[in-house]
């Protein structure tokens, strides 16, 4: 914490003097120290605030490059929130295993799951063919797949039927499902289940390829990827590159919704036109979701004080129909086009500063109980939901997660499966 705060400062600092290139670096360099800390310890490649580490301080730091011309010099506030963001998470973490021990003392592993690897199977099966006949719903009543439509850049936002599309996108949930189940059939000589259990992951990732979501795909690969990890005794982070295969899928993608280098550049409004796509694509879908943060913070009215923050119970229980002041509380962006925005986003929103500290320290004790109880759990189900967690801290840039109606769809699902493989273990 101490070289965090030393470097947070430094980078404080000569953003003040506008030396944005040191200032980004500095807590880059930070955020990889911080990461590598976690994982020497650990011996765990996504060890929870080692993640969260990397990527929010590190995201942070991206930002303060400042290579668009949308990006401005942040509030006061913006760096205190975006700093207690952080220190809430990581000291609520390091209190809690210097209380109640790491969980790494000895470098074990989690353990080998040997039950029954037919209720995998079967949630493999069910959530996939629910969630294609989902699609399939949607494609026939709105009347046009979105992969097949051509000039227009956001089909994907208007293919959403109320209620359906929540069960269409659960198709994520599947290859990581397909991970457990190959590791709990591992030489029984079930190849029938597993041939059967491939081209059910295949088809699901199918799924975010015809809706023409470059993000549901993504996601899909990176819980599988998180969940293998988990699974695996001895893992080199070379096997990391693997993911790298997401890339052309993502470009094609791009092309598909109509998403052409000028039409992208002119969004990003970049300071150095000569950068390529590929580079300045990612770096906005990064950096940019700081200066959104700090855009609420300098217009915001007033605070909601919880109602945004409860978007998912509004939603799920359809009061947002019955009261629709309650969802009359529009984002503020720094361009209409980019609207990602980070984790913390709605914590603000709702509380202020204290809201994103509270909400900081609940992440920690979250994700601390996770690492522990994971250890000592007989449902690999438990796997997804640490791989859940561990996709959304990674990606605690992106969006605000917690008050997304989709994520508690997706750990509703997860517990719903994780109650069926614990009601077939106590069948046997």
């Given at each position: 914490?101490?070289?965090?705060?030393?470097?947070?400062?430094?980078?404080?600092?000569?953003?003040?003097?506008?030396?944005?290139?040191?200032?980004?670096i500095?807590?880059?360099?930070?955020?990889?120290w911080?990461?590598?800390?976690?994982y020497?310890?650990?011996?765990?490649?996504?060890?929870?605030r080692?993640?969260?580490?990397?990527?929010?301080?590190?995201?942070?730091?991206?930002?303060c490059?400042?290579?668009?011309h949308l990006?401005?010099?942040?509030?006061?506030?913006?760096?205190?929130?975006m700093?207690?963001?952080?220190?809430?998470?990581?000291v609520?973490?390091?209190?809690?295993?210097?209380?109640?021990?790491?969980?790494y003392?000895?470098?074990s592993r989690?353990?080998?799951?040997?039950?029954?690897?037919?209720?995998?199977?079967?949630?493999?099966?069910?959530?996939?063919?629910?969630?294609?006949?989902?699609?399939?719903?949607?494609?026939?009543?709105?009347?046009?797949?979105?992969?097949?439509?051509?000039?227009?850049?956001?089909?994907?936002?208007?293919?959403?039927?109320?209620?359906i599309?929540?069960?269409?996108?659960?198709?994520?949930?599947?290859?990581?499902?397909?991970?457990?189940?190959?590791?709990?059939?591992?030489?029984?000589?079930?190849?029938?289940?597993?041939?059967?259990?491939?081209?059910?992951?295949?088809?699901?990732?199918?799924?975010?390829?015809?809706?023409?979501?470059?993000?549901?795909?993504?996601?899909?690969?990176?819980?599988a990827?998180?969940?293998?990890?988990?699974?695996?005794k001895q893992?080199?982070?070379?096997?990391?590159?693997?993911?790298?295969?997401?890339?052309?899928?993502?470009?094609?993608l791009s092309?598909?919704?109509?998403?052409?280098?000028?039409?992208?550049?002119?969004?990003?409004?970049?300071?150095?036109?000569?950068?390529?796509?590929?580079?300045?694509?990612p770096?906005?879908y990064?950096?940019?979701?700081?200066?959104?943060f700090?855009?609420?913070?300098?217009?915001?009215?007033?605070?909601?004080?919880?109602?945004?923050?409860?978007?998912?119970?509004?939603?799920?229980?359809?009061?947002?129909?019955?009261?629709p002041?309650?969802?009359?509380?529009?984002?503020?962006?720094?361009?209409?086009?980019?609207?990602?925005?980070?984790?913390f986003?709605?914590?603000?929103?709702?509380?202020?500063?204290l809201?994103?500290?509270?909400?900081?320290?609940?992440?920690?004790?979250?994700?601390?109980?996770?690492?522990?109880?994971?250890r000592?759990?007989?449902n690999?189900?438990?796997?997804?939901?640490?791989?859940?967690?561990?996709?959304y801290?990674?990606?605690?840039?992106?969006?605000?997660?917690?008050?997304?109606?989709?994520?508690?769809?997706?750990?509703?699902?997860?517990?719903?499966?994780?109650?069926?493989?614990?009601?077939?273990?106590?069948?046997?």
């Open positions: 914490m101490i070289v965090y705060l030393i470097s947070y400062a430094g980078s404080f600092f000569l953003a003040g003097r506008q030396h944005y290139y040191l200032s980004g500095l807590l880059m360099l930070a955020a990889l911080l990461y590598i800390r976690d020497r310890h650990s011996k765990n490649l996504i060890h929870l080692g993640v969260f580490s990397l990527f929010w301080v590190g995201g942070q730091g991206l930002a490059l400042k290579l668009s990006q401005g010099e942040w509030q006061l506030m913006s760096w205190i929130c700093a207690l963001a952080f220190m809430g998470f990581w609520v973490f390091e209190l809690l295993s210097r209380t109640y021990g790491t969980g003392d000895s470098h989690w353990r080998s799951f040997k039950g029954d690897p037919k209720p995998v199977y079967h949630m493999v099966c069910g959530v996939t063919v629910v969630s294609l006949a989902a699609f399939l719903t949607e494609a026939i009543v709105l009347g046009y797949v979105p992969l097949f439509l051509r000039g227009v850049p956001h089909a994907y936002s208007e293919f959403h039927l109320t209620g599309h929540y069960i269409t996108v659960s198709c994520v949930l599947v290859p990581s499902l397909a991970v457990l189940h190959a590791h709990m059939e591992r030489g029984r000589g079930s190849e029938k289940r597993l041939f059967t259990s491939a081209m059910m992951t295949g088809t699901a990732l199918l799924i975010p390829v015809f809706c023409v979501s470059r993000f549901q795909f993504v996601f899909a690969v990176l819980l990827g998180f969940t293998y990890i988990s699974l695996q893992f080199s982070p070379v096997y990391l590159l693997s993911l790298a295969a997401v890339v052309p899928v993502y470009l094609i092309v598909a919704r109509s998403h052409d280098v000028e039409y992208l550049n002119g969004i990003f409004e970049m300071k150095y036109a000569e950068m390529p796509i590929f580079i300045t694509q770096y906005m990064i950096a940019n979701n700081y200066d959104n700090d855009c609420l913070i300098k217009v915001l009215p007033r605070h909601a004080f919880g109602i945004r923050g409860l978007f998912p119970l509004w939603a799920l229980t359809g009061l947002k129909f019955a009261f002041q309650l969802i009359n509380y529009p984002i503020y962006v720094n361009k209409k086009e980019l609207t990602t925005l980070t984790m986003y709605d914590a603000y929103y709702d509380f202020g500063c809201g994103v500290l509270a909400f900081s320290c609940i992440l920690g004790v979250a994700a601390y109980l996770l690492t522990i109880k994971l000592e759990m007989r690999p189900v438990g796997y997804l939901l640490y791989a859940q967690l561990g996709a801290l990674m990606l605690s840039f992106f969006t605000t997660w917690f008050s997304n109606t989709t994520t508690w769809f997706y750990l509703i699902l997860t517990g719903m499966m994780a109650a069926y493989y614990h009601w077939r273990e106590r069948r046997i």
